[in-house]
């Protein structure tokens, strides 16, 4: 890895030593720069879950990718950096269908500072723009929302509110138990094939701005959301490429397929 470009890639500037001020400002930087994406499986380009390959991606083509991508590169700065930090594997609650995820269907990063646990991760669509210290039944009030963490029987559950104090929307459920990039390569396949995966089913790019506002290119539309205003905007197919590029920082190689699906349910059990 070349740390210098990839601090360069997510505009980060300042020092690099382990602290939770370098620790909050990379977290920041990475979800303001890099996309979460799902715009390769719609290129037809396999995602293979090595370093190397995602190093190039996501530094040197300036893509996005999604959570085994993000979570499992930025993982890599922050060892490389010093940081004691490890993946853990969680469980998404699809908002279109209000299931969990099958096993090893998220992945997050845990990292130790000073005796003191904090989640990170940016490789999700809706979540924290600063880590959250690990504490149950703790809030933490953001710019992007409130969010919660609760655990029980050694599951930890993180969730959504818009109102301090009242029960939100899960988002997704993690374990801490230490997990390999290779134990997710299963689940990266799935995501990329299945008809319950939202990134098989729906071409789309997303980007945290200032504020806790988003904004996100999916199927034809691109959408902006501040608070609780959310704007619309229908494309027609050759517009979709620019917006991509200008909006996104994305410039896509190969042929690109937009979609936007109906997610099926998962079966049952799985």
Known sequence: M??????????????AQPSQETLFRLHRCHLF?????????????????ALPLLYD??????RGGFCFELNGLFLWLL???GFEAKAVAGRVRNRFTGRYGPPLDHMVILVQ???????????????FLEPLELKPDTENVQEGGVFWLGCKEGIWVLERREVP????????????EEKQLDD???MCLYHQTSPSSI???????????????????????????????RTETVLQRPEIPAVLREKFGVQLEGDFEPKDEEILPPPEGE
């Open 113 to 127: 500072l000073d005796g003191r646990p904090f989640l990170c991760d940016v490789g999700f669509g809706e979540g």
């Open 184 to 186: 997710f390569a299963g």
């Open 33 to 49: 720069s890099v996309p979460f994406e799902s715009l390769s499986i719609h290129c037809r380009e396999p995602i293979t879950l």
């Open 165 to 176: 104090g009242k029960e939100g929307r899960p988002l997704y459920q993690f374990t801490l």
């Open 79 to 81: 060892q490389t950096l």
């Open 57 to 62: 991606k996501i530094v040197r083509r300036h």
């Open 2 to 15: 070349d740390v210098s470009q990839y601090l360069l890639r997510i505009g980060y500037r300042g020092p």
């Open 199 to 229: 990134f098989a089913c729906k071409s789309f790019c997303s980007l945290q701005k200032e504020g806790g506002g988003r904004l996100t290119y999916m199927g034809w539309r691109l959408i902006s959301t501040v608070g609780e205003k």
